[in-house]
Structure formats: C-alpha cells, structure tokens
C-alpha cells in the first residue's frame, strides 16, 4: 500500500498540496479525481519520486521512499501521455526497458493480448494514439509490480482494448495489488472505484465508496453527485 502523511508542495507561491493525509490500500482500486489543477498529477508524481515534496512524508510497502529510488521497481506506470525518442520502434522500446529494469518481464502475453504483433517493428512516429497507448500499457504490465498507477489510462483506445484494460485493471486488484488510477470519464469511475479520493484545492474534500458519495448527494448517478459537489463548492466560493 502507499501511506501519505501530511504532504505539502509550493511551485513558487502557489501552494498545490496542503497537507494531504492518505491511504492507498491493497485489494482496491483507489480512483483519485478533482477539477483542473486540484493537485493530482502533482501527487502522482510525488509518489513516483518525480516531485520532491516540502514537508512530509511517502511510504510506499512500508518503506519511506526520501532519497531512494529502488522502490521504483515495483511499481508500474501508466502515464497519461509518454514522450519516448520517435525512432524508436515499440519492440526496440520494450527491450531497453526490459534492460534498465532487468527481472523477467512477460512481455508477450501482453503483446498478444493487445494485439501489438502487427506494430512492433514501425517506428513510434508513425503510429496512432491509440496504438501508442497500447505500448504504455505494455510498459506498464510487464512486469509483475504490487503498486500500479494509471494516469487517464484509456485516453484513445478503441472499444475492445478499452475493455480488455479494464478487465485487466479489476483482474490486478483481485491479486491484491494497489492499484492507483486517475480518469474524467465517470462510467469508467462507476465500474471501477472502489474508493474515490476527491481532490479540490490540494485537499481531499471527500473520500468515499461510489455509493456513499451518490447517497450522500442524493442522486442516482455519480456523475450528477459530483457535479453537485462542484455546484456547492462553487456557490460556498461566490458567497
């Protein structure tokens, strides 16, 4: 699991988190979403070492992650857009990964899961977004990491690997495994979360199951509660 403990982060003076305390657990997948520049990605990255925080502190399976790298290992990444040098080819990607990260990643169960076969060889450049997106799955799953973090993971995929990714989301949460996901599409939240962690500001204003927040708000689907939720803030800030 990630423990996070009072965290605060500053670009200048804007004040992006403010003292964020959070578990993300084991066997769930936990959903973090807010309006723009409520501080996801900046906790995201703050996990992944990517952002040195003020104050504060990160566990990550138990271990404090403050000037280390190795627990990186563990974890896989999904981001929501990846620049990867454009001459490279996905095969070529996937085995300079497989260098840097050594283990022994199972790399073509997902290929063919994805199917990618027909990709592998033509150079990033020349591929779709989609097809792009199928690689950083790729990426992600190949090795077998108990903490996995997907950045808006089905940003354009078609129907059927949309799907498949899905399934294989709720197929990772049943090993165990923590899995960390950020997305705007609120079917994919519904089908999903298991606890939804909402940011606003760079504080959490609520952290529910789907069902209490929507019974909490009164409506029937969560996207109508959540757009409660913004209304109400909203109208707080005006008054």
């Not at 949309?162 to 165990?176: A, M, Q, S, T, V």
């Not at 495994?177 to 994919?188: A, R």
Request: proline share 4%; aromatic share 6%; glycine share 8%.
């Amino acid at each position: 699991m990630v423990e996070i403990r009072n965290l605060f982060k500053k670009f200048g003076s804007v004040e992006v988190l403010k003292g964020l305390n959070l578990d993300l657990r084991a066997g769930q997948v936990n959903v973090i979403m807010g309006p723009n520049a409520s501080g996801k990605t900046t906790l995201i990255k703050s996990i992944l070492g990517l952002v040195i925080p003020d104050k504060g502190e990160i566990k990550v399976l138990g271990e404090k992650i403050e000037k280390k790298w190795m627990y990186r290992s563990r974890i896989g990444y999904m981001p929501q857009i990846a620049h990867y040098p454009e001459n490279l080819t996905p095969l070529e990607l996937i085995r300079m990964i497989s260098d840097i990260r050594k283990g022994d990643p199972d790399t073509q169960a997902i290929i063919e899961w994805l199917g990618l076969e027909a990709f592998l060889d033509k150079k990033l450049r020349y591929l779709s977004g989609g097809t792009r997106q199928k690689v950083n799955a790729t990426l992600a799953l190949m090795y077998d990491c108990p903490i996995l973090i997907f950045d808006e993971p089905t940003v354009g995929l078609d129907p059927v690997a949309r799907l498949k990714l899905k399934d294989r989301i709720r197929e990772e949460r049943d090993k165990g495994k923590t899995i960390i996901l950020t997305t705007h599409v609120m079917s994919e939240i519904e089908e999903l979360a298991d606890q939804i962690i909402f940011l606003m500001d760079g504080i959490i204003y609520l952290e529910e199951t789907p069902e209490k927040i929507k019974e909490s708000q009164g409506e029937a689907s969560l996207e109508r509660a959540i757009a409660r939720i913004l209304e109400s803030q909203k109208t707080s800030i005006d008054a």
